[in-house]
């Protein structure tokens, strides 16, 4: 889905709560604010501010993270377990992290873990 398509179908309440869900799921990581923000590519002011309208690329980043616990739990029973794979160094990303992999690379590196995943899942 393309930053256009979800900011096309989603209110600015389900924005909001897109946003909110995927801020749990950070917490969920255990990511720090710092590490939260970086993945959302947001700036503190935004990570707080529940009233301001998220912007398209934290929506599109958002949907993809959703994506990401999606495939994570079909792939992990333990919910726990696919919490914690996220930080787990991978072969498949040269030895980083997927949380590494997701803060360096942006909305690029969110989607190659989700296809990743995704491919994983296929098998």
């Not at 398509?5 to 946003?19: F, G, H, I, R, S």
């Not at 990581?29 to 939260?36: F, M, Q, S």
Request: proline letters at 2%; glycine letters at 6%; hydrophobic letters at 40%.
């Amino acid at each position: 889905m393309s930053k256009r398509q979800v900011e096309n179908v989603l209110t600015q309440k389900e924005a909001q709560a897109l946003c909110r869900a995927a801020l749990r799921l950070l917490k969920n990581w255990e990511l720090t604010d710092a590490e939260a923000q970086i993945v959302l590519g947001c700036n503190e002011i935004a990570f707080g501010n529940e009233q301001q309208s998220p912007s398209e690329d934290m929506l599109l980043r958002a949907h993809l993270l959703l994506g990401i616990h999606t495939q994570l739990r079909v792939l992990f029973v333990d919910k726990r377990r696919g919490y914690q794979w996220v930080r787990k160094p991978n072969q498949i990303f040269s030895g980083m992290s997927a949380l590494e992999v997701m803060m360096q690379r942006g909305v690029e590196g969110i989607l190659q873990v989700k296809e990743y995943l995704e491919a994983e899942n296929a098998h």
